[in-house]
Protein backbone atom coordinates (compact mmCIF):
# COMPACT_ATOMS: atom_id res chain seq x y z
CA UNK A 1 0.00 0.00 0.00
CA UNK A 2 1.21 3.34 -0.70
CA UNK A 3 -0.03 5.96 1.62
CA UNK A 4 0.07 9.86 1.14
CA UNK A 5 2.20 11.75 3.16
CA UNK A 6 4.85 11.14 5.81
CA UNK A 7 3.18 9.72 8.61
CA UNK A 8 0.78 7.80 6.50
CA UNK A 9 3.91 6.34 5.03
CA UNK A 10 5.15 5.21 7.82
CA UNK A 11 2.03 3.53 9.38
CA UNK A 12 1.40 1.97 6.40
CA UNK A 13 4.66 -0.03 5.88
CA UNK A 14 4.86 -0.48 9.59
CA UNK A 15 1.62 -2.40 9.02
CA UNK A 16 3.30 -4.99 7.00
CA UNK A 17 5.81 -5.57 9.36
CA UNK A 18 2.93 -5.45 12.67
CA UNK A 19 1.27 -7.96 10.41
CA UNK A 20 4.36 -10.78 10.37
CA UNK A 21 5.24 -9.95 13.63
CA UNK A 22 1.83 -10.76 15.16
CA UNK A 23 1.12 -13.62 13.45
CA UNK A 24 2.22 -17.13 13.07
CA UNK A 25 4.51 -16.94 9.75
CA UNK A 26 2.06 -19.18 7.79
CA UNK A 27 -0.41 -16.39 8.18
CA UNK A 28 1.15 -13.88 6.23
CA UNK A 29 4.95 -15.33 4.23
CA UNK A 30 3.60 -17.26 1.52
CA UNK A 31 5.02 -20.10 -0.34
CA UNK A 32 4.60 -20.34 -4.29
CA UNK A 33 1.90 -20.92 -5.79
CA UNK A 34 0.30 -19.87 -2.41
CA UNK A 35 0.58 -22.16 -0.10
CA UNK A 36 1.74 -20.81 3.22
CA UNK A 37 5.17 -21.67 3.93
CA UNK A 38 4.92 -23.10 7.19
CA UNK A 39 2.79 -25.94 5.46
CA UNK A 40 6.03 -27.06 3.97
CA UNK A 41 7.95 -26.51 7.35
CA UNK A 42 5.65 -29.13 8.70
CA UNK A 43 6.14 -31.41 6.19
CA UNK A 44 9.58 -31.84 6.40
CA UNK A 45 9.28 -31.89 10.72
CA UNK A 46 7.48 -35.41 9.57
CA UNK A 47 10.11 -36.95 8.07
CA UNK A 48 12.29 -37.19 10.74
CA UNK A 49 15.00 -35.34 13.10
CA UNK A 50 16.77 -33.69 9.96
CA UNK A 51 13.39 -32.46 9.24
CA UNK A 52 12.65 -30.90 12.21
CA UNK A 53 16.39 -29.31 12.62
CA UNK A 54 15.52 -27.76 8.80
CA UNK A 55 12.62 -27.03 9.88
CA UNK A 56 13.65 -24.54 13.21
CA UNK A 57 16.60 -23.14 11.14
CA UNK A 58 14.19 -22.11 8.67
CA UNK A 59 12.38 -20.59 11.37
CA UNK A 60 14.86 -18.75 12.61
CA UNK A 61 16.68 -17.72 8.91
CA UNK A 62 13.36 -15.89 8.66
CA UNK A 63 13.13 -14.51 11.99
CA UNK A 64 16.39 -12.76 10.80
CA UNK A 65 15.06 -11.47 7.66
CA UNK A 66 12.01 -10.29 9.04
CA UNK A 67 14.21 -8.57 11.89
CA UNK A 68 16.85 -7.19 9.64
CA UNK A 69 13.95 -5.65 7.01
CA UNK A 70 12.52 -4.23 10.14
CA UNK A 71 15.51 -2.89 11.17
CA UNK A 72 16.29 -1.34 7.39
CA UNK A 73 12.68 -0.19 7.29
CA UNK A 74 12.71 1.81 10.46
CA UNK A 75 16.29 3.70 9.43
CA UNK A 76 14.64 4.60 5.89
CA UNK A 77 11.48 5.53 7.73
CA UNK A 78 13.61 8.02 9.83
CA UNK A 79 15.76 9.04 7.42
CA UNK A 80 13.26 10.25 5.22
CA UNK A 81 11.56 11.84 8.25
CA UNK A 82 14.13 13.46 9.32
CA UNK A 83 15.35 14.91 5.64
CA UNK A 84 11.90 16.06 4.84
CA UNK A 85 11.26 17.92 8.39
CA UNK A 86 15.24 19.67 8.26
CA UNK A 87 14.10 20.64 4.67
CA UNK A 88 11.15 22.26 5.32
CA UNK A 89 12.66 25.05 7.64
CA UNK A 90 13.36 26.43 3.60
CA UNK A 91 9.90 26.60 2.61
CA UNK A 92 6.60 28.95 3.53
CA UNK A 93 4.89 28.22 5.65
CA UNK A 94 7.33 29.60 8.62
CA UNK A 95 5.98 28.97 12.11
CA UNK A 96 7.61 31.30 13.88
CA UNK A 97 5.25 31.18 16.86
CA UNK A 98 5.58 27.47 17.13
CA UNK A 99 9.46 27.80 16.97
CA UNK A 100 9.42 30.39 20.16
CA UNK A 101 6.52 28.03 21.90
CA UNK A 102 9.15 24.93 21.61
CA UNK A 103 12.33 27.10 22.27
CA UNK A 104 10.54 28.08 25.70
CA UNK A 105 9.21 24.43 26.57
CA UNK A 106 12.40 23.22 25.74
CA UNK A 107 15.13 25.97 26.41
CA UNK A 108 13.65 27.70 29.32
CA UNK A 109 11.74 24.51 30.37
CA UNK A 110 15.25 22.60 31.14
CA UNK A 111 17.13 25.43 32.92
CA UNK A 112 16.63 24.08 36.29
CA UNK A 113 17.98 20.22 35.21
CA UNK A 114 20.75 21.42 33.48
CA UNK A 115 22.37 23.42 35.68
CA UNK A 116 21.44 21.36 38.72
CA UNK A 117 22.87 18.55 37.09
CA UNK A 118 25.61 20.57 35.49
CA UNK A 119 26.73 22.34 38.80
CA UNK A 120 26.94 19.35 41.01
CA UNK A 121 28.63 17.39 38.09
CA UNK A 122 31.41 19.83 38.30
CA UNK A 123 31.91 19.38 42.17
CA UNK A 124 31.85 15.88 41.86
CA UNK A 125 34.72 16.25 39.04
CA UNK A 126 36.44 18.53 41.29
CA UNK A 127 36.66 15.80 44.17
CA UNK A 128 37.28 12.72 42.38
CA UNK A 129 39.99 14.83 39.92
CA UNK A 130 41.55 16.59 42.87
CA UNK A 131 41.72 12.99 44.79
CA UNK A 132 43.86 11.71 42.13
CA UNK A 133 45.88 13.93 41.46
CA UNK A 134 46.59 14.22 45.17
CA UNK A 135 48.69 10.82 44.62
CA UNK A 136 51.25 12.55 42.24
CA UNK A 137 51.01 16.04 44.22
CA UNK A 138 49.63 17.65 40.80
CA UNK A 139 46.25 19.20 42.99
CA UNK A 140 47.10 22.22 40.98
CA UNK A 141 45.73 20.63 37.53
CA UNK A 142 41.79 20.37 39.03
CA UNK A 143 40.72 23.19 37.10
CA UNK A 144 42.38 22.11 33.58
CA UNK A 145 40.84 18.45 33.84
CA UNK A 146 37.39 20.46 35.52
CA UNK A 147 37.63 22.59 32.60
CA UNK A 148 38.28 19.99 30.03
CA UNK A 149 36.22 17.50 30.78
CA UNK A 150 33.26 19.48 31.59
CA UNK A 151 33.46 21.27 28.00
CA UNK A 152 34.52 18.36 25.67
CA UNK A 153 32.22 15.60 26.91
CA UNK A 154 30.50 15.84 30.16
CA UNK A 155 28.46 19.14 29.42
CA UNK A 156 27.37 18.41 26.04
CA UNK A 157 26.56 14.08 26.87
CA UNK A 158 25.06 15.08 30.33
CA UNK A 159 22.93 17.99 29.11
CA UNK A 160 22.23 15.71 25.86
CA UNK A 161 21.01 13.32 27.99
CA UNK A 162 18.81 15.07 30.35
CA UNK A 163 17.28 17.16 27.58
CA UNK A 164 16.57 14.16 25.88
CA UNK A 165 15.06 12.51 29.10
CA UNK A 166 12.78 15.41 29.26
CA UNK A 167 12.15 16.50 25.61
CA UNK A 168 12.38 13.40 23.21
CA UNK A 169 10.03 11.89 25.91
CA UNK A 170 7.67 14.57 25.73
CA UNK A 171 7.87 15.10 22.02
CA UNK A 172 7.27 11.03 21.59
CA UNK A 173 4.25 11.62 24.29
CA UNK A 174 2.25 14.43 22.05
CA UNK A 175 2.77 13.27 19.01
CA UNK A 176 2.10 9.78 19.79
CA UNK A 177 -1.07 10.84 21.42
CA UNK A 178 -2.25 13.24 18.54
CA UNK A 179 -1.60 10.12 15.73
CA UNK A 180 -4.12 8.00 18.55
CA UNK A 181 -6.69 10.46 18.46
CA UNK A 182 -6.69 11.20 15.15
CA UNK A 183 -5.40 14.81 15.82
CA UNK A 184 -2.48 14.33 13.29
CA UNK A 185 -4.96 13.19 10.36
CA UNK A 186 -7.23 16.30 11.18
CA UNK A 187 -4.57 18.57 10.58
CA UNK A 188 -3.51 16.84 6.99
CA UNK A 189 -7.27 17.11 6.22
CA UNK A 190 -6.64 20.58 7.59
CA UNK A 191 -4.42 21.06 4.83
CA UNK A 192 -1.65 21.90 7.28
CA UNK A 193 1.63 19.72 6.79
CA UNK A 194 2.32 18.25 10.34
CA UNK A 195 6.07 18.30 9.40
CA UNK A 196 5.94 21.88 9.12
CA UNK A 197 3.50 22.25 11.98
CA UNK A 198 4.46 20.29 14.63
CA UNK A 199 7.86 18.28 13.50
CA UNK A 200 10.45 21.26 11.76
CA UNK A 201 9.91 23.71 15.61
CA UNK A 202 10.88 20.77 17.46
CA UNK A 203 14.60 20.10 15.99
CA UNK A 204 15.10 23.82 15.07
CA UNK A 205 14.05 24.98 18.70
CA UNK A 206 16.23 21.78 20.33
CA UNK A 207 19.37 22.32 18.07
CA UNK A 208 19.29 25.77 19.34
CA UNK A 209 18.24 25.59 22.54
CA UNK A 210 20.92 22.82 23.23
CA UNK A 211 23.90 24.54 22.08
CA UNK A 212 22.93 27.58 24.78
CA UNK A 213 21.95 25.02 27.55
CA UNK A 214 25.42 23.18 27.06
CA UNK A 215 27.01 26.89 27.18
CA UNK A 216 25.19 26.94 30.56
CA UNK A 217 26.20 23.61 32.02
CA UNK A 218 29.88 24.19 30.97
CA UNK A 219 30.10 27.44 32.76
CA UNK A 220 28.13 26.37 36.37
CA UNK A 221 29.95 22.83 35.62
CA UNK A 222 33.49 24.68 35.93
CA UNK A 223 32.05 27.20 38.63
CA UNK A 224 30.41 24.24 40.81
CA UNK A 225 34.55 22.93 40.30
CA UNK A 226 35.98 26.13 41.75
CA UNK A 227 33.56 26.07 44.72
CA UNK A 228 34.48 22.09 45.60
CA UNK A 229 38.33 23.04 45.02
CA UNK A 230 38.29 25.94 46.71
CA UNK A 231 35.69 26.09 49.97
CA UNK A 232 36.24 21.96 50.48
CA UNK A 233 39.99 21.48 49.11
CA UNK A 234 40.97 24.31 50.37
CA UNK A 235 42.52 25.30 46.71
CA UNK A 236 43.49 28.86 45.63
CA UNK A 237 40.41 30.29 43.69
CA UNK A 238 42.86 32.14 41.15
CA UNK A 239 44.71 29.24 40.37
CA UNK A 240 41.88 26.92 39.99
CA UNK A 241 40.15 29.18 37.54
CA UNK A 242 43.54 30.06 35.77
CA UNK A 243 44.64 26.78 35.11
CA UNK A 244 40.97 26.06 33.62
CA UNK A 245 41.71 28.54 31.30
CA UNK A 246 44.54 28.50 30.08
CA UNK A 247 44.60 24.84 29.27
CA UNK A 248 41.72 25.15 26.86
CA UNK A 249 42.51 25.80 23.41
CA UNK A 250 39.70 26.58 20.51
CA UNK A 251 39.40 23.62 19.25
CA UNK A 252 38.77 21.82 22.58
CA UNK A 253 35.55 24.62 22.41
CA UNK A 254 34.83 23.75 18.81
CA UNK A 255 34.60 19.67 19.83
CA UNK A 256 32.44 20.71 22.55
CA UNK A 257 29.84 23.19 20.83
CA UNK A 258 29.52 20.96 17.82
CA UNK A 259 28.57 18.19 20.09
CA UNK A 260 25.06 19.40 20.98
CA UNK A 261 24.03 20.76 17.20
CA UNK A 262 24.33 17.00 16.33
CA UNK A 263 22.46 15.79 20.09
CA UNK A 264 19.88 18.13 19.31
CA UNK A 265 19.52 16.75 16.06
CA UNK A 266 18.97 13.47 17.29
CA UNK A 267 16.79 14.31 20.16
CA UNK A 268 14.13 15.86 18.12
CA UNK A 269 14.28 13.67 14.65
CA UNK A 270 14.07 10.58 17.47
CA UNK A 271 11.63 11.87 19.72
CA UNK A 272 9.39 13.22 16.66
CA UNK A 273 9.93 9.96 14.50
CA UNK A 274 8.95 7.33 17.32
CA UNK A 275 5.74 9.73 18.54
CA UNK A 276 4.85 9.75 14.73
CA UNK A 277 5.19 5.89 14.39
CA UNK A 278 2.46 5.18 17.45
CA UNK A 279 0.23 2.75 16.90
CA UNK A 280 -1.70 0.95 19.28
CA UNK A 281 -3.74 3.61 21.50
CA UNK A 282 -2.57 4.89 24.71
CA UNK A 283 -0.40 1.35 25.39
CA UNK A 284 1.06 2.74 22.33
CA UNK A 285 2.10 6.13 23.29
CA UNK A 286 4.34 4.54 26.28
CA UNK A 287 6.00 2.12 24.06
CA UNK A 288 6.91 5.13 22.00
CA UNK A 289 7.87 7.18 24.39
CA UNK A 290 10.07 4.43 26.31
CA UNK A 291 11.85 3.94 22.69
CA UNK A 292 12.44 7.93 22.23
CA UNK A 293 14.69 8.47 25.43
CA UNK A 294 16.00 4.75 25.20
CA UNK A 295 17.08 5.43 21.41
CA UNK A 296 18.15 9.02 21.88
CA UNK A 297 20.31 8.24 24.67
CA UNK A 298 22.46 5.47 22.70
CA UNK A 299 22.56 7.59 20.00
CA UNK A 300 24.09 10.30 22.08
CA UNK A 301 26.77 8.27 23.13
CA UNK A 302 27.51 6.89 20.01
CA UNK A 303 27.52 10.17 17.88
CA UNK A 304 29.73 11.67 20.85
CA UNK A 305 32.53 8.40 20.42
CA UNK A 306 31.75 9.06 16.58
CA UNK A 307 32.59 12.97 16.78
CA UNK A 308 35.49 12.49 19.65
CA UNK A 309 37.14 10.52 17.41
CA UNK A 310 37.05 12.16 14.17
CA UNK A 311 37.79 15.58 16.00
CA UNK A 312 40.86 13.88 17.59
CA UNK A 313 41.73 11.90 14.42
CA UNK A 314 42.03 15.94 12.22
CA UNK A 315 43.19 17.94 15.16
CA UNK A 316 45.13 15.95 17.91
CA UNK A 317 43.08 16.66 20.99
CA UNK B 1 -35.46 24.18 -6.25
CA UNK B 2 -33.71 21.35 -6.84
CA UNK B 3 -29.84 20.95 -5.09
CA UNK B 4 -28.11 21.63 -8.23
CA UNK B 5 -29.71 24.95 -9.02
CA UNK B 6 -28.36 26.76 -6.27
CA UNK B 7 -24.88 24.72 -5.44
CA UNK B 8 -22.29 26.33 -3.84
CA UNK B 9 -19.46 27.64 -6.50
CA UNK B 10 -17.39 25.36 -8.12
CA UNK B 11 -13.65 24.74 -6.60
CA UNK B 12 -12.20 23.41 -10.15
CA UNK B 13 -13.47 21.78 -13.41
CA UNK B 14 -17.19 21.97 -14.78
CA UNK B 15 -20.52 22.12 -12.72
CA UNK B 16 -21.60 18.52 -14.32
CA UNK B 17 -18.63 16.77 -13.22
CA UNK B 18 -19.02 14.79 -10.59
CA UNK B 19 -17.06 15.55 -6.77
CA UNK B 20 -16.13 11.98 -5.98
CA UNK B 21 -14.77 9.29 -8.76
CA UNK B 22 -13.58 6.01 -7.41
CA UNK B 23 -12.43 4.08 -10.54
CA UNK B 24 -11.62 0.59 -9.77
CA UNK B 25 -9.43 1.14 -6.15
CA UNK B 26 -8.16 -1.05 -4.43
CA UNK B 27 -5.98 -1.05 -1.01
CA UNK B 28 -4.54 -3.17 1.21
CA UNK B 29 -2.53 -3.46 4.60
CA UNK B 30 0.42 -5.65 4.35
CA UNK B 31 -0.61 -8.70 2.99
CA UNK B 32 -4.26 -7.79 4.10
CA UNK B 33 -6.33 -6.40 1.09
CA UNK B 34 -8.78 -4.16 2.44
CA UNK B 35 -10.89 -2.58 -0.49
CA UNK B 36 -10.94 -4.24 -3.98
CA UNK B 37 -12.74 -3.14 -7.27
CA UNK B 38 -14.68 0.00 -5.25
CA UNK B 39 -16.01 2.19 -8.13
CA UNK B 40 -18.76 4.97 -7.10
CA UNK B 41 -19.41 8.55 -8.10
CA UNK B 42 -20.82 11.38 -5.53
CA UNK B 43 -22.06 13.79 -8.11
CA UNK B 44 -22.70 17.91 -6.74
CA UNK B 45 -25.46 18.54 -4.10
CA UNK B 46 -25.53 14.91 -3.65
CA UNK B 47 -24.94 13.03 -0.10
CA UNK B 48 -23.82 9.51 0.13
CA UNK B 49 -24.56 7.75 2.90
CA UNK B 50 -22.27 4.61 3.14
CA UNK B 51 -23.24 1.51 4.81
CA UNK B 52 -21.51 -1.75 6.49
CA UNK B 53 -20.71 -3.87 9.22
CA UNK B 54 -18.24 -2.60 11.46
CA UNK B 55 -14.29 -2.93 10.29
CA UNK B 56 -15.00 -3.30 6.18
CA UNK B 57 -12.86 0.03 5.44
CA UNK B 58 -15.14 2.42 5.40
CA UNK B 59 -12.89 4.65 7.52
CA UNK B 60 -10.49 3.74 5.00
CA UNK B 61 -12.44 4.39 1.71
CA UNK B 62 -13.41 8.03 3.29
CA UNK B 63 -9.40 8.49 4.04
CA UNK B 64 -8.71 7.64 0.23
CA UNK B 65 -11.42 10.31 -0.60
CA UNK B 66 -9.45 13.44 1.16
CA UNK B 67 -5.78 11.58 -0.09
CA UNK B 68 -4.99 10.73 3.54
CA UNK B 69 -4.43 6.98 2.46
CA UNK B 70 -3.07 6.30 -1.64
CA UNK B 71 -4.89 3.14 -3.18
CA UNK B 72 -2.35 0.50 -4.66
CA UNK B 73 -4.55 0.68 -7.58
CA UNK B 74 -7.35 2.37 -9.51
CA UNK B 75 -7.97 5.92 -9.92
CA UNK B 76 -9.30 8.42 -7.80
CA UNK B 77 -10.91 11.98 -8.77
CA UNK B 78 -11.80 14.42 -7.13
CA UNK B 79 -13.09 17.67 -7.84
CA UNK B 80 -12.00 16.87 -11.37
CA UNK B 81 -8.37 16.27 -10.02
CA UNK B 82 -6.61 12.93 -9.66
CA UNK B 83 -5.38 12.73 -6.26
CA UNK B 84 -4.41 9.68 -6.53
CA UNK B 85 -1.50 10.69 -8.90
CA UNK B 86 -1.09 14.24 -6.48
CA UNK B 87 1.93 15.02 -4.26
CA UNK B 88 1.69 15.49 -0.69
CA UNK B 89 2.27 19.34 -1.11
CA UNK B 90 -0.53 19.54 -3.54
CA UNK B 91 -3.23 17.67 -1.85
CA UNK B 92 -2.64 20.81 1.12
CA UNK B 93 -4.00 22.61 -0.91
CA UNK B 94 -7.04 20.43 -2.24
CA UNK B 95 -8.19 19.55 1.33
CA UNK B 96 -9.02 23.26 2.05
CA UNK B 97 -12.42 22.84 -0.43
CA UNK B 98 -13.39 19.36 1.68
CA UNK B 99 -14.10 19.74 5.15
CA UNK B 100 -13.33 16.40 7.41
CA UNK B 101 -15.79 15.30 10.70
CA UNK B 102 -13.48 12.35 11.87
CA UNK B 103 -14.96 9.46 14.11
CA UNK B 104 -14.10 10.65 17.77
CA UNK B 105 -13.77 14.21 16.70
CA UNK B 106 -10.63 14.69 16.10
CA UNK B 107 -10.54 18.10 18.15
CA UNK B 108 -6.48 19.62 18.44
CA UNK B 109 -7.05 18.94 22.19
CA UNK B 110 -4.53 21.63 23.03
CA UNK B 111 -6.79 24.56 21.41
CA UNK B 112 -10.16 26.16 22.62
CA UNK B 113 -13.00 25.68 20.62
CA UNK B 114 -12.57 28.91 18.82
CA UNK B 115 -9.13 27.81 18.13
CA UNK B 116 -10.53 24.64 17.11
CA UNK B 117 -13.03 25.34 14.62
CA UNK B 118 -10.77 29.15 13.35
CA UNK B 119 -7.78 26.37 12.96
CA UNK B 120 -8.28 26.50 8.56
CA UNK B 121 -8.76 30.67 8.96
CA UNK B 122 -5.94 30.81 11.39
CA UNK B 123 -3.42 29.10 8.97
CA UNK B 124 -4.48 31.75 6.20
CA UNK B 125 -3.68 34.48 8.27
CA UNK B 126 -6.80 36.12 8.62
CA UNK B 127 -7.16 38.74 10.99
CA UNK B 128 -8.30 37.47 14.66
CA UNK B 129 -11.59 39.57 14.40
CA UNK B 130 -12.94 37.62 11.18
CA UNK B 131 -11.48 34.01 12.44
CA UNK B 132 -13.95 34.92 15.86
CA UNK B 133 -16.44 36.74 13.58
CA UNK B 134 -16.50 32.95 11.34
CA UNK B 135 -15.91 30.87 14.32
CA UNK B 136 -18.42 32.01 16.02
CA UNK B 137 -21.07 31.56 12.90
CA UNK B 138 -20.36 28.55 12.23
CA UNK B 139 -20.73 27.10 15.65
CA UNK B 140 -24.33 28.80 15.89
CA UNK B 141 -25.04 26.80 13.24
CA UNK B 142 -24.52 24.00 15.06
CA UNK B 143 -26.11 25.68 17.98
CA UNK B 144 -22.66 25.42 20.44
CA UNK B 145 -21.88 29.61 20.40
CA UNK B 146 -22.06 28.96 23.87
CA UNK B 147 -18.48 26.81 24.24
CA UNK B 148 -16.33 30.00 21.81
CA UNK B 149 -13.59 28.98 24.84
CA UNK B 150 -13.89 26.36 25.97
CA UNK B 151 -11.43 23.17 25.34
CA UNK B 152 -12.50 20.09 23.84
CA UNK B 153 -12.16 18.34 27.97
CA UNK B 154 -14.76 20.44 28.82
CA UNK B 155 -17.27 19.19 26.39
CA UNK B 156 -19.19 15.97 26.40
CA UNK B 157 -19.00 13.39 23.21
CA UNK B 158 -22.19 14.94 21.40
CA UNK B 159 -20.79 18.66 21.58
CA UNK B 160 -17.32 17.49 20.33
CA UNK B 161 -18.87 15.91 17.23
CA UNK B 162 -20.71 19.32 17.09
CA UNK B 163 -17.51 21.38 17.21
CA UNK B 164 -15.96 18.86 14.88
CA UNK B 165 -18.59 19.58 12.33
CA UNK B 166 -18.32 23.29 12.56
CA UNK B 167 -14.71 23.06 12.07
CA UNK B 168 -15.40 21.78 8.85
CA UNK B 169 -17.80 23.86 7.79
CA UNK B 170 -16.42 26.93 8.95
CA UNK B 171 -14.10 27.28 5.60
CA UNK B 172 -17.61 26.51 2.99
CA UNK B 173 -16.40 23.58 1.99
CA UNK B 174 -17.64 21.92 -1.17
CA UNK B 175 -17.62 18.26 0.05
CA UNK B 176 -17.85 17.19 3.54
CA UNK B 177 -16.61 13.90 4.92
CA UNK B 178 -18.47 12.74 7.47
CA UNK B 179 -16.76 9.61 9.73
CA UNK B 180 -19.15 7.96 11.78
CA UNK B 181 -19.98 11.36 12.91
CA UNK B 182 -23.23 9.15 14.93
CA UNK B 183 -20.48 6.61 16.63
CA UNK B 184 -20.72 5.74 20.23
CA UNK B 185 -23.61 8.69 21.16
CA UNK B 186 -26.71 8.11 22.62
CA UNK B 187 -30.37 8.21 20.48
CA UNK B 188 -31.09 11.79 21.20
CA UNK B 189 -27.75 12.94 20.56
CA UNK B 190 -27.45 11.14 17.14
CA UNK B 191 -30.62 12.66 16.27
CA UNK B 192 -29.17 16.01 16.67
CA UNK B 193 -25.88 15.45 15.18
CA UNK B 194 -28.10 13.62 12.11
CA UNK B 195 -30.41 17.00 11.69
CA UNK B 196 -26.84 19.33 11.16
CA UNK B 197 -26.25 16.92 8.59
CA UNK B 198 -29.13 17.51 7.24
CA UNK B 199 -29.04 21.00 7.42
CA UNK B 200 -25.98 20.62 5.48
CA UNK B 201 -27.29 19.10 3.02
CA UNK B 202 -30.48 21.09 2.58
CA UNK B 203 -29.09 24.74 3.52
CA UNK B 204 -26.21 24.71 2.33
CA UNK B 205 -26.21 22.06 -0.50
CA UNK B 206 -23.04 20.63 0.59
CA UNK B 207 -22.34 17.57 -1.17
CA UNK B 208 -21.06 14.79 0.96
CA UNK B 209 -19.91 11.46 1.78
CA UNK B 210 -21.37 9.82 5.17
CA UNK B 211 -20.05 6.91 6.67
CA UNK B 212 -22.49 5.18 9.03
CA UNK B 213 -23.19 1.71 10.48
CA UNK B 214 -26.37 2.90 11.62
CA UNK B 215 -29.43 2.15 9.61
CA UNK B 216 -31.55 4.57 11.94
CA UNK B 217 -29.60 7.30 10.95
CA UNK B 218 -29.30 6.82 7.22
CA UNK B 219 -33.02 6.14 6.90
CA UNK B 220 -33.54 9.66 8.82
CA UNK B 221 -31.04 11.35 6.38
CA UNK B 222 -32.91 9.68 3.19
CA UNK B 223 -36.50 10.24 4.71
CA UNK B 224 -36.42 13.69 6.25
CA UNK B 225 -35.56 17.38 5.18
CA UNK B 226 -34.62 20.49 7.43
CA UNK B 227 -37.63 22.87 7.16
CA UNK B 228 -36.22 26.63 7.62
CA UNK B 229 -39.08 27.51 9.39
CA UNK B 230 -39.21 24.92 12.17
CA UNK B 231 -35.60 25.18 12.65
CA UNK B 232 -35.34 21.15 12.63
CA UNK B 233 -36.28 18.77 10.43
CA UNK B 234 -39.51 17.46 9.40
CA UNK B 235 -40.46 13.62 7.34
CA UNK B 236 -40.49 13.95 3.82
CA UNK B 237 -44.21 12.45 2.40
CA UNK B 238 -44.72 9.10 3.41
CA UNK B 239 -43.11 6.37 0.44
CA UNK B 240 -40.63 9.29 -0.74
CA UNK B 241 -36.95 9.85 0.05
CA UNK B 242 -34.93 12.84 -0.57
CA UNK B 243 -33.78 12.60 -4.42
CA UNK B 244 -30.12 13.77 -3.80
CA UNK B 245 -29.57 11.28 -0.98
CA UNK B 246 -28.61 7.74 -2.07
CA UNK B 247 -26.59 4.39 -0.62
CA UNK B 248 -23.81 2.45 -0.73
CA UNK B 249 -22.88 -1.14 0.66
CA UNK B 250 -19.45 -2.18 1.64
CA UNK B 251 -19.13 -6.06 2.38
CA UNK B 252 -16.54 -8.52 2.66
CA UNK B 253 -14.12 -5.89 0.35
CA UNK B 254 -16.47 -4.76 -2.00
CA UNK B 255 -19.13 -2.62 -2.76
CA UNK B 256 -21.71 -5.07 -3.33
CA UNK B 257 -24.49 -1.96 -3.57
CA UNK B 258 -24.67 2.01 -5.11
CA UNK B 259 -28.30 2.71 -5.53
CA UNK B 260 -31.31 4.93 -4.32
CA UNK B 261 -33.04 4.09 -1.14
CA UNK B 262 -35.99 2.98 -2.86
CA UNK B 263 -33.27 0.39 -4.45
CA UNK B 264 -31.96 -0.37 -1.31
CA UNK B 265 -35.43 -1.11 0.43
CA UNK B 266 -36.51 -3.53 -2.55
CA UNK B 267 -33.66 -4.75 -3.10
CA UNK B 268 -33.44 -8.61 -3.53
CA UNK B 269 -30.43 -9.53 -2.37
CA UNK B 270 -29.85 -11.68 0.47
CA UNK B 271 -26.86 -9.97 1.84
CA UNK B 272 -28.59 -6.54 1.48
CA UNK B 273 -31.74 -8.04 2.97
CA UNK B 274 -30.09 -9.64 6.03
CA UNK B 275 -28.21 -6.39 6.84
CA UNK B 276 -31.36 -4.52 6.81
CA UNK B 277 -33.41 -7.03 8.90
Redesign the interface.
Known sequence: ??????S?GIS?QG??????RSGPACR?R?GKGGAPACATLKLRSGSGGYGIQSAVSLMALETIDTAAKRGVLAVQEYTALSVRAVSNIFRQ?FYAGDLFQQADIIGVGSLPIVILTGFFLGCVLALQTASSLEQFGATAFTGQLVSMSMIKEIGPVVTALMVSGRNASGMASELGSMIV???I?????????PLKKLVMPRIVATVLMLFFLVILSDTVGILGGGFVAVAMLGQSGSQYFHTAYQSLEYMDLLQGLIKPVFFGLIIATIGCYFGMKTKGGTQGVGRSTTQAVVWASVLIIVTDFVISRFMIGIFGR | MSANESAPPVVAGSTNEPVVVFEDVS??????PVLEGISFRVERGETRILLGPAGVGKSVLL?LV???????SGRIFVFGKEISAMR??E???L??S?G?V???G????SLNVRDNVG??LM?EHLPEDEVTRRATEALRFVEMEHTLYKFPSELSGGMRRRVAIA?AIVSDPKLILYDSPTGGLDPITSTTIIELVMKQRDVQHTSSLVVTHRLQDAFTLATHRFSREKNGMEPLPPHTADANTSFLMLHNRRLVFDGSTAELVHSDDPLIRAYLA
Open positions: MQVGGYGGSEVRDQTRPTEQDAMRALGTD | IGFGAEKNGLLRPDESLFERGITFQEALFDYRER
